[in-house]
């Protein structure tokens, strides 16, 4: 089974409006964290958000936060008032604590802002 | 601040070749990471260091070794390049000074890629 689903390959969103990317995880373990990374047209991998599986409040990072719901397994971005420069592939990861320090990562969504 | 460098940007190789790939990180990070980028699979990991001296496999070990002599340096080697491993190679470093725990988020910070095409 994945660890990491991405479901929507490619999403477009208009510029100034909010947009969710999903991500839905599978873990055993009940220790694990979450992260997200933006990847523009460059090719540079850039860190966005984290949340932990003990962490209560969702995460926020300015635009960006990430609507956690630990029942359903789920870790869903929701970038605010999008911008062109938000156009990018978005990469969900988990770092499962019983394993160690590596990420997994989700197959990534294309997000494309209009103007 | 450089930060975590990878060299070369492109290469371009052919099959039975041997290539390494260089890795350099200036934060003094304990760990460091090797991951391979194809389209449909997102980023999966191929080997990782705790420290110099100490690495270990990841998802996709088999035709790559890696050595780390220094603690800012990891190099990737493809002993001998398959077409296969046509692919984008990137560097990640993160401290390990945090608690492993989900509340110590011990970011992983990437180097800017290395694109491999094996003819």
């Known amino acids: 089974a994945q660890k990491i689903t991405q479901t929507q390959p490619g999403m477009f969103v208009q510029e100034k409006e909010a947009v969710t990317l999903d991500c839905t995880y599978d873990?055993?373990?009940?220790?694990?964290?979450l992260f997200w990374y933006k990847q523009p047209s460059s090719g540079e991998m850039i860190f966005l958000i984290y949340?932990?599986?003990?962490?209560?409040q969702n995460a926020t990072e300015g635009r960006y936060s990430l609507n956690f719901q630990k029942a359903r397994k789920s870790a869903n971005l929701v970038i605010s008032a999008s911008q062109l420069g938000d156009s990018a592939m978005y990469f969900c990861a988990m770092r499962e604590v019983m394993i160690g320090r590596q990420l997994t990562f989700g197959s990534g969504t294309q997000l494309t802002v209009l103007p | 601040d450089a930060g975590i460098t990878q060299s070369p940007r492109y290469k371009i190789t052919e099959t039975g070749r041997q290539v390494t790939l260089m890795c350099h990180q200036t934060w003094s990070h304990s760990y460091m990471f090797w991951y391979r980028q194809d389209l449909g699979h997102g980023l999966r990991l191929i080997y990782y260091s705790a420290a110099a001296d100490i690495t270990d496999k990841g998802e996709v070990p088999d035709g790559y070794v890696v050595s780390r002599s220094k603690t800012e340096n990891f190099p990737l080697t493809l002993e001998s390049a398959t077409r296969s491993q046509t692919s984008v190679y990137f560097c990640?470093?993160?401290?390990?000074?945090?608690?492993?725990?989900?509340?110590?988020?011990?970011?992983?910070?990437f180097g800017p890629g290395t694109r491999l095409t094996v003819l």
């Open positions: 990640a470093s993160s401290s390990g000074t945090s608690r492993l725990s989900p509340r110590g988020t011990d970011t992983q910070y």
């Open positions: 949340q932990g599986s003990y962490d209560e």
């Open positions: 873990t055993s373990d009940q220790s694990y964290g």
